[in-house]
């Protein structure tokens, strides 16, 4: 029955994140915590994360800016070897809470303010690349803030869910490799799970979302890029 569970809750988050370009490990950490060691529930999410990057790569194939791509990829993955290393460690629920303030705040100065945009130059695509692999590694859950950032630069909504799968494939394998490095390890019964089930839910999960992401308009995707990012905001706050 758990591996069940684990499987629609898997289907749902694949969705949800392939939607929004980011929400799949936001929905699925909190829950799998509950039942599951810390590092265990990273490994085995960011795991199932790095298939719903695949799969966003694999359905949203369009023309890359490469230069955009490398400016987050880059320092995302130097900084989620760290963060991983700081979560076999010990982690810390204040800056979860911090985490989730700062995009409560962002997402209400979008609606003050809608012209409002994170400067869309290379530093700050750097700076967007670091924090959310540095919390990715950490916490598992580094898509809002990439998503923060990465909405700065008024991407078409494919090109969008593409790079955001492209630059958290850069995030993903160096946090994964470090908490195997690290000890942790899945159970069997999940180790064989995540391939049996888990792993082709996800993708049926980033697929059903294609066909609704192709009837949204640009204007209306980023409204709901808004809407994920205060949800996170709030879950995180009030349930870090």
């Known amino acids: 029955m758990e591996i069940f569970l684990i499987g629609l809750l898997t289907l749902i988050a694949s969705f949800v994140g392939t939607l929004a370009g980011f929400g ?44 955009l791509l490398l400016s987050f990829g880059v320092p995302g993955a130097i900084a989620s070897y760290f963060g991983a290393r700081l979560a076999i460690i010990e982690p810390h629920t204040i800056l979860l809470r911090l985490l989730g303030l700062l995009l409560i705040l962002y997402v209400f100065l979008l609606i003050k303010k809608p012209t409002f945009k994170i400067p869309h130059d290379t530093t700050h695509a750097g700076l967007g690349g670091f924090l959310s692999g540095l919390i990715a590694g950490t916490f598992g859950i580094g ?20 790079t955001s799968g492209a630059i958290a494939l850069f995030i993903d394998p160096a946090r994964i490799s470090t908490y195997l490095l690290g000890g942790v390890k899945l159970p069997q019964n999940l180790f ?24 949204i308009s640009r204007k209306k995707f980023r409204i709901i890029i808004a809407i994920f990012l205060l949800f996170a905001g709030l879950k995180l706050l009030f349930f870090p």
């Open 24 to 67: 799949s490990s936001t929905i699925m950490l909190p829950i799998m915590i509950i039942f599951l060691p810390y590092e265990v529930a990273l490994l085995l999410v960011g795991i199932i994360h790095f298939f719903d990057d695949v799969w966003e790569i694999f359905l949203f194939r369009q023309a890359v800016n490469w230069k």
């Open 143 to 162: 898509g809002p803030v990439r998503a923060m950032f990465l909405s700065a630069f008024n991407l078409p909504k494919e090109t969008y869910l593409f």
């Open 192 to 215: 064989w799970g995540l391939f049996i089930l888990f792993i082709p839910l996800s993708f049926i999960g980033s697929k059903l979302a294609k066909t609704y992401v192709d009837k």
